[in-house]
């Protein structure tokens, strides 16, 4: 006699418990918001009005516009170098000086339509820029002729912000007929002597210049 296995299969149900979130205002949504900013390279000294990024919001959703601000909290220490222009562009309020400080944080509120609202800070990198050496005015010279060259050493030369930078100087004249000997050392000794028996005027200008580079609008050079 063969024997014959039987076999029970049951079927349980189960009861599932769907919930939702809700936010601050107390009012249910489907997916978690989250604030995004798309940050640009933003640079020291560049004029008020700068953008240094735009604000979104994940997932996007256009039956819930947002409108966005800055708030006190953490990661705030630099809201008051910033404002939200055009509705969600972060903007600078004055140029930034990277030498003063190269890093910087916001904390941003979005409020929806709906009254719910999230917050997230965020970090904003200053980049550096090559900024102008530095050199002393020099007096007007009154000369007669000397067989001996006038010599004035340049003062208050400086690579600017950037101390380890590398200098060097070049100097020219509008009449250089007037003068037997015109050069300028590495260390800024001018040397000029007045060719004999000639007189007039002449403009002498000495140039400093750094070894900084002006890549995104630096500036090497002063005269």
């Known amino acids: 006699m063969d024997k014959k296995s039987t076999w029970l299969i049951l079927y349980l149900p189960f009861l599932f418990l769907l919930g939702s979130a809700e936010s601050k205002a107390g009012i249910p949504f489907r997916h978690a918001t989250v604030i995004t900013f798309d940050s640009i390279t933003l640079y020291e ?20 516009a947002y ?30 000086d990277y030498e003063e400080k190269k890093v910087h944080c916001i904390r941003v509120l979005a409020t929806a339509q709906d009254g719910s609202t999230t917050e997230r800070s965020f970090t904003i990198y200053l980049e550096d820029v090559n900024e102008q050496p530095t050199l002393d005015p020099v007096a007007d010279q009154r000369l007669c002729f000397s067989l001996e060259p006038h010599v ?5 030369a400086t690579p600017g912000p950037e101390k380890k930078q590398k200098l060097s100087f070049s100097v020219r004249a509008d009449g250089p007929e007037l003068l037997d000997e015109l050069q300028i050392t590495p260390a800024g000794k001018l040397t000029f ?17 750094d070894d900084g580079g002006t890549e995104n609008r630096g500036e090497d050079t002063f005269t």
């Not at 700068?50 to 996007?60: H, K």
């Not at 966005?68 to 509705?87: M, R, T, Y």
């Not at 002597?193 to 210049?209: D, E």
């Open 67 to 96: 409108t966005f601000s800055l708030v006190p909290g953490k990661g705030d220490c630099s809201n008051d170098l910033f404002i939200i222009s055009e509705g969600n562009k972060v903007t600078t309020r004055a140029p930034l």
């Open 193 to 209: 002597r007045v060719r004999q028996g000639m007189s007039g005027q002449t403009t002498i200008t000495v140039a400093v210049k």
């Open 152 to 156: 004035v050493q340049m003062q208050g």
């Open 45 to 64: 000294n560049r004029p008020a009005g700068t953008t240094a990024g735009t604000l979104g919001i994940s997932p996007g959703n256009m039956l819930n």
